[in-house]
């Protein structure tokens, strides 16, 4: 009965590398969300996702950041030439319908450090 | 709105003892309500939920009051324990809205042996 996993559990990285964060949902889930949290800090939502659409990226910045979660396989958050303000631990979360009343389940999260 | 804090509040009990844990919200137009527990290292658990049609709602040894009047949550958590210790998110939505949680800053709570 394995819940949302991501991997890495951490991720180092170089100022202007690329960080891809993955995760697999609950099984059955199809919806799948993304947050970020920096330290001392609530969540902040980034965006949320069903097989193959994105269906809100109002927390996404315009730049450098893109989501997917294609038909086979994790939902991979995808970070591009990362600067040190990227650092910050990186949640995923499903669920098993869209309703606004939906308890969210969350991964362990994948700590990003741009060096 | 959104709190943002440089340092979390704490709450000190000791163990036994019950505790209770504020969250103020600022959206009345917010319909549901999370408590979440966060242990270090790990991700949010989900402990328990409320609509706002309710005011009050129980679980194992968890009680969430609703005061939508003053926009004002609680978790009250009873015989805490050791592995209570933890930071502590509430989270809202409103109805119609996709499943974006706008979540609060969080509260330590550190239970005392």
């Known amino acids: 009965n394995a819940g949302v996993m991501q991997n890495p559990r951490h991720l180092v990285r170089r100022r202007g590398q690329e960080a891809r964060l993955r995760c697999s949902p609950m099984k059955g889930h199809s919806h799948v969300y993304w947050y970020r949290q920096l330290p001392e800090e609530g969540l902040k939502f980034m965006v949320y996702l069903q097989k193959e659409n994105i269906i809100d990226e109002s927390g996404m910045p315009k730049e450098r950041f893109s989501a997917e979660f294609p038909k086979e396989g994790p939902s991979i958050l995808r970070i591009q030439q990362v600067v040190r303000g990227d650092s910050a631990a990186y949640f995923c979360?499903?669920?098993?319908?869209?309703?606004?009343?939906?308890?969210?389940?969350f991964g362990n999260g994948t700590r990003l450090t741009v060096t | 709105g959104e709190s943002v804090g440089l340092h979390l509040p704490t709450l000190s009990v000791q163990e036994g003892d019950n505790s209770i844990i504020n969250c103020a919200y600022s959206n009345s137009a917010s319909d549901y309500f999370i408590w979440y527990k966060q242990e270090s290292g790990k991700g949010p658990q989900f402990i328990i939920d409320i609509r706002s049609n309710m005011d009050k709602r129980q679980g194992q040894r968890v009680t969430v009051l609703l005061n939508k009047t003053v926009k004002h949550l609680s978790l009250q958590i009873a015989a805490t324990q050791p592995g209570d210790s933890a930071v502590y998110f509430c989270?809202?939505?409103?109805?119609?809205?996709?499943?974006?949680?706008?979540f609060g800053t969080g509260t330590l709570l550190a239970v005392q042996p």
């Open positions: 979360a499903s669920s098993s319908q869209q309703g606004w009343d939906s308890p969210l389940h």
């Open positions: 989270a809202e939505n409103r109805r119609g809205a996709t499943n974006k949680l706008i």
